[in-house]
């Protein structure tokens, strides 16, 4: 039951990956904030139902997602020029695409898991 709370997190994810594209950079970062923390609820709320190696596979994926979401704020704040490191940009999209990778594939992991 507690896997539904992934369809509010999957929503959320596509409005911020929405508003990135209309350049709208702090809705983004607060967007992208509500979807890991409703991941991380959905990990949190029943960890006895994860197996181990799911739990790993998850809690790898929510640190990648926090690294993000610091490098997001960095590179918010170059954009506002308040930062002095023009290269966190471009380090953050890459951070991005990577969580949205293993994302992809923590997913898969999970879908195609044994049911019980």
């Known amino acids: 039951m507690l896997d539904l709370l992934l369809i509010p997190a999957a929503i ?4 911020a990956l929405r508003a990135v594209r209309r350049g709208d950079h702090r809705l983004h ?5 509500a979807a890991v923390t409703v991941v991380l609820l959905r990990v949190v709320l029943h960890p006895r139902a994860l197996a181990p190696h799911h739990l790993t596979l998850w809690l790898i994926l929510l640190g ?4 993000t979401l610091l ?4 590179a918010l704040a170059w954009r506002e ?4 490191k023009p290269w ?9 695409a990577t969580t949205l990778v293993l994302t992809l594939f923590v997913l898969t992991v999970w879908f195609l898991r044994s049911a019980r």
Do not use: E, Y
Request: aromatic content about 0%.
């Open 12 to 15: 959320v994810l596509a409005l």
């Open 71 to 74: 490098l997001g704020r960095a």
């Open 29 to 33: 970062g607060h967007l992208m904030a």
């Open 64 to 67: 990648a997602a926090c690294t």
């Open 81 to 84: 020029g308040q930062g002095r």
């Open 88 to 96: 966190i940009p471009r380090v953050h999209r890459a951070a991005g």
